[in-house]
């Protein structure tokens, strides 16, 4: 199974490419994660791209692309993948494409999480990180159960540097200037489904895998056609 997912920052792409991830068993491949630990690590790459992450700006094509092409040979990306925050230009979406077709494999769907953008204001603002496992929680609508402490890990939770509210209004106007133009692209390519990203993470879960048609089983433990 070889799918992206689309949509602005705080659509809920990680917390859906985890679920599914859990229920096809393959990776979630994120950029912005695969960014965010070599700022951490303050590898030669991260020192490159942290101040472009926290003006919430895009990293380089060439940069990321070479990112995902590593991340992508990893042996547990041999059955499949789940694309979260990449490709996020139609340059990116070219270069992908490129990527795929000398492998002989192709992407088997793209799904476009939608939500207005009021929402992705009101849900980012209050989002809190885990420093561990990522796992993202949000203090006004799903608080974790501890102040703090992610109740996956224990891991302690953070506020992005990016999910500021004047960084976000910033990262919409990228998303809206570079990366919707790919609900267009995949759109030709006869690949893309829309998905109605509101309500709870289990309604759009529901979503997805009926959009995903029989790719993945609909529970975990089930087996997909
Ligand atoms: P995300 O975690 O997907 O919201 O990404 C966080 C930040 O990482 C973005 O605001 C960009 O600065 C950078 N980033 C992530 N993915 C890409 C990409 N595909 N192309 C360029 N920059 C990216």
């Known amino acids: 199974m070889r799918v992206i997912l689309l949509g602005p920052p705080g659509a809920g792409k990680g917390t859906q490419a985890r679920m599914l991830s859990d229920l096809a068993g393959v990776p979630q491949v994120a950029s912005g994660d695969l960014l965010r630990a070599a700022v951490q690590k303050k590898t030669p790459l991260g020192r490159e791209v942290a101040d472009i992450l926290a003006r919430g700006d895009l990293v380089g094509d060439e940069t990321v692309v070479k990112l995902i092409e590593d991340r992508l040979d990893g042996p547990d990306a041999a059955r499949g993948f789940i694309l979260d925050g990449f490709p996020r230009s139609v340059p990116q979406a070219e270069l992908l494409d490129g990527m795929l077709t000398r492998r002989g ?33 949000n203090v006004a609508l799903e608080p974790p159960r501890q102040p703090g402490v992610c109740e996956k890990c224990g891991g302690e939770l953070y506020q992005r540097e990016d999910d500021s509210e004047q960084t976000v209004q910033h990262r919409l106007d990228v998303y809206n200037a570079s990366t919707k133009p790919l609900l267009e692209y995949y759109s030709r390519a006869g690949i893309l489904s829309r998905i109605d990203g509101m309500g709870t993470p289990t309604d759009v879960e529901k979503r997805m895998v009926g959009a995903l048609d029989g790719l993945v089983p609909k529970e975990r433990g089930g087996s997909a056609r």
């Open 105 to 137: 494999i192709r992407i088997d769907r793209a799904l476009a999480v939608m939500v207005p953008d009021g929402e992705i204001v009101k849900r980012i603002s209050g989002r809190r990180t885990c420093r561990n496992c990522q796992t993202m929680y």
